[in-house]
């Protein structure tokens, strides 16, 4: 089983719907994020949690909102989709305790707004 | 946020050595990684290097920083067609991560 689950993994809605995507991580790490693909422009962070308690806003937070429901679960939502909302959506998690601090990416949420 | 940048694609044979290069403005940075990410999947961490370090080398892959130039480099060596991928630096700056766009990677057979 995959250490940090996205679902769903693909997603056609239409503009004005609320959508959310969901993340669940086993490795038990306390930072958890969310990033935005879009080809030629690499990652991009939209939020982040250091701990239930903690969210704070990235890079590009405007139309997109978050909630922390426990240490393993970090959800995204857009609340009135718009069609430049059309990305891959990542969830990544992380511990600095350990050597390096590296992000462990989930696999994807592939979201297309019609 | 801090600029990463990378050339967008980067073309060898079978068997050749890749590179694939990057640079970045923070100085600051603690750490500096590499990712791969595979068609339909996630990015997975290759390697990484202590920002003190000058080089690390792992099997196929040597990872060379340049701290006075901000640049940072991947090698493969003998490149198969299953490191056909884009391939993505990062850097760490506190307690942000900062990535660049991507470099896709073919190689021919």
Known sequence: ?114 | GEDVEQSLFLSVREGDSSVINCTYTDSSSTYLYWYKQEPGAGLQLLTYIFSNMDMKQDQRLTVLLNKKDKHLSLRIADTQTGDSAIYFCAERVGNQFYFGTGTSLTVIP
């Open chain 1, 1 to 114: 089983d995959a250490d940090v689950t996205q679902t769903p993994r693909n997603r056609i809605t239409k503009t004005g719907k609320r959508i959310m995507l969901e993340c669940s991580q086993t490795k038990g790490h306390d930072r958890m994020y969310w990033y935005r693909q879009d080809p030629g422009l690499g990652l991009r962070l939209i939020y982040y949690s250091f701990d239930v308690k903690d969210i704070n806003k990235g890079e590009i937070s405007d139309g997109y909102s978050v909630s922390r429901q426990a240490q393993a679960k970090f959800s995204l939502s857009l609340e009135s989709a718009i069609p430049n909302q059309t990305a891959l959506y990542f969830c990544a998690t992380s511990d600095f305790d350990r050597a390096g601090g590296e992000l462990f990416f989930g696999e994807g949420s592939r979201l297309t707004v019609l």
